[in-house]
């Protein structure tokens, strides 16, 4: 079964939410993070090339 990524965050965010009951600051703290890290050049590139020595 291929669930899409955005749909299992989705799921596992709205859980986690629900069951822990986090305070708002620190969803919005982790939300601006990720976005400004996922902006950023910390991800790991898709176009990049992986150079295997095999």
């Keep these: 079964m291929d669930v899409p990524l955005w749909l299992a965050l989705l799921a596992v965010g709205y ?14 703290v982790l939300l601006l993070g990720g976005f400004l890290i996922a902006d950023s050049g910390w991800p790991p590139s898709s176009t990049a090339s992986s150079s295997s020595t095999t």
Excluded: E, Q, S
Excluded at 15 to 28: F, Q, S, T
């Design 15 to 28: 859980l986690g939410v629900k069951l822990i009951r986090p305070p708002w600051w620190l969803i919005a």
